[in-house]
């Protein structure tokens, strides 16, 4: 069974080239978002079509997803046409209506869990995980349903090239996005990075070409990963998006350069990080790591929860202090679901989401210590 509405999602992108309309790739700014966007465009170039233009939300300045803000750029900036977005949207009730309202048609493809028994009503929803859809796995990056939909859009006319190329993109993205390797993403895997040494994509030649040795591919996918996910954003287009889509080689390489010294840079700071916090923690009997403070990126968060979680097995929760709201990364060990913990506390938040492993949240300051008081008496149960 195909993934529910990705022959309909196939269908209305096929009439938006037809028609000449404006179409909009409206995706997430970390990696499974960049190569989702890579994935579709390049499919839509493969159309011989060229209207397609990518937005990335600045997480910093709007943070995650279809948001406000955004929105008002969006229609500012853009002639009304298809927006597509990419490993966002199933949450967005309210944008989602009123981008539509402003005369675009919306198309949602994501991964994430649909909340409660609501959908944004969007034209087409294609997320293997909206409980209608009645195809087999679910566990998917959002470059994989991508992937999925550019093979229902190109059929026999995806190259070995271009299917080569898609999957090595998808099979960094999965591996990116922590999803279990199980059943199709296994096959991603395998297949993706069989090759990937050899790869045609000026991207990753051009990352790999500076990376020196490995221990394994393993090791070697995580340092290309750790370049791709790099935050730097210019007009709302992530650099990890451009070099993704860079054509020219040596172009690549200044780029991959560029980026990767920032990426060593910035371990350097989630390695200082870490320690900070370990050296509090070392003794703390509670059950859970709970800490935030203004001098700590939230762009670096993410790594050094999911360090301080392996090293001390315990949930995690750090933020990043601002004036009058704090924005924090969570990482809990297999056991627990983060999006289900911060559910029994979501009174106190402003906003939650993510995945079982990882997620994140905004809270009110004034409500932290709630939150904490919250979450220490979810895990004693
Ligand atoms: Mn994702």
């Not at 609501?118 to 929803?125: F, N």
């Not at 271009?162 to 996005?177: G, K, M, P, V, W």
């Not at 050296?279 to 403070?293: E, T, V």
Request: proline content about 2%.
């Amino acid at each position: 069974m195909k993934i529910k509405n990705i022959d309909k999602a196939s269908e209305r992108i096929k009439k938006a080239v037809q028609n000449n309309e404006q179409i909009i790739l409206f995706a997430d700014s970390d990696l499974d978002g960049a190569a989702s966007a890579t994935i579709l465009k390049e499919t839509i170039d493969n159309l011989n079509y060229s209207k397609t233009r990518v937005f990335f939300p600045d997480r910093r300045k709007e943070g995650y997803g279809l948001n406000k803000d955004v929105l008002e750029i969006i229609t500012a900036e853009f002639e009304q046409g298809l927006l597509i977005t990419l490993d966002c949207g199933i949450t967005n009730y309210e944008e989602v209506k009123t981008i539509k309202e402003r005369g675009f048609n919306v198309i949602i493809v994501d991964h994430h869990k649909e909340v409660g028994n609501r959908l944004p009503e969007a034209d087409i929803i294609v997320d293997p995980k909206q409980k209608e859809d009645k195809s087999l796995f679910k566990e998917y990056a959002n470059a994989g349903v991508t992937f999925k939909l550019a093979e229902e859009i190109l059929g026999d006319n995806m190259s070995k090239m271009l299917r080569e190329s898609f999957l090595e993109l998808t099979a960094l993205a999965t591996i990116s996005d922590m999803m279990i390797e199980i059943e199709d993403n296994k096959e991603f895997i395998i297949q993706g990075l069989s090759n990937i040494e050899k790869s045609e994509r000026p991207a990753i030649k051009a990352i790999i070409s500076f990376l020196g040795q490995f221990n394994s591919k393993r090791d070697m996918v995580s340092k290309i990963n750790s370049v791709l996910n790099s935050a730097r954003i210019k007009n709302h287009v992530i650099d990890s998006y451009l070099l993704l889509t860079e054509s020219n080689l040596e172009k690549a390489k200044i780029m991959a350069k560029d980026l990767l010294e920032e990426t060593e840079a910035k371990h350097r700071e989630i390695a200082a990080l870490t320690d900070e916090v370990k050296k509090k923690f070392l003794n703390n009997p509670l059950n859970i790591i709970f800490d935030g403070s203004p001098k700590w990126e939230v762009e670096y968060l993410g790594s050094v929860a999911s360090r301080l979680c392996n090293y001390f097995e315990k949930p995690v929760f750090i933020y990043q202090k601002y004036d009058e709201l704090s924005r924090g990364t969570v990482r809990v060990p297999k056991k627990y679901d983060a999006v289900k913990a911060m559910e029994s506390c979501k009174h106190l938040l402003e906003t939650f989401g993510g995945h079982a492993p990882a997620a994140g949240f905004t809270i009110k300051n004034e409500n932290i210590q709630k939150f904490e008081q919250c979450l220490l008496e979810y895990f004693e149960k």
